[in-house]
């Protein structure tokens, strides 16, 4: 599905510039952190005329919503969000991940992400925060960026993405989607087997 007509699924602008925070929303998973790196780099887009960078969230609430959306709110950010925070069924993964430009995990602390493994079938760069295996499963600057888990490095990472553009991480990702295929999973099953 193209980036086109997953964004016409979903109601959302074709032309604009969007990152996608995707999955259950729990507090390890760092959404605030995002939304203050997104506050971050709305005021230096302003700043320097730069087209807008938008947030599309999308998963269901594990923690009090009212935090979040008040967090929103704060940092001024309404106009920048699209919320999509309900269960999102497997049938419609594909439009979220076709959607967006690059995928952010900012994670505060993890062990692994079943994220990274929907971003590289997706060919989606991402953004991980330097905690758990999260950085081991990108190769820094070829499939995504690794950030600080903190709004500062966050914003320079999605700022980063931006940069180099998506088509900078297109071969990377493409290589390393054929270590979460289904083969793969079967051989090293069988290996362990023997």
């Not at 994670?107 to 905690?131: C, D, I, W």
């Not at 320079?156 to 793969?184: F, S, V």
Request: aromatic share 12%; proline share 6%; hydrophobic share 40%.
């Amino acid at each position: 599905m193209t980036k086109e007509a997953a964004r016409k699924q979903l109601g959302l602008p074709a032309q604009e510039r969007i990152v996608l925070f995707f999955g259950f929303i729990r507090k390890y998973k760092g959404l605030d952190l995002l939304l203050k790196a997104m506050q971050l780099v709305k005021l230096k887009n302003e700043a320097n005329g730069a087209p807008p960078v938008k947030l599309m969230i999308a998963g269901e609430f594990y923690d009090d919503a009212a935090t979040y959306q008040n967090l929103i709110k704060e940092l001024g950010l309404t106009d920048y969000i699209y919320p999509f925070t309900h269960f999102i069924p497997t049938s419609d993964v594909q439009y979220y991940l076709n959607a967006c430009d690059f995928v952010i995990q900012p994670y505060r602390n993890a062990t692994q992400s079943g994220v990274t493994p929907l971003a590289y079938h997706f060919e989606k760069p991402m953004l991980v925060t330097n905690v758990g295996a999260l950085p081991d499963m990108i190769l820094a600057d070829k499939s995504g960026w690794v950030a600080e888990p903190n709004p500062e490095s966050i914003a320079a990472g999605i700022e980063e993405l931006y940069l180099q553009g998506e088509d900078h991480y297109l071969p990377e990702l493409r290589k390393g989607k054929k270590k979460y295929q289904w083969d793969q999973l079967v051989h090293s099953i069988v290996d362990l087997a023997k």
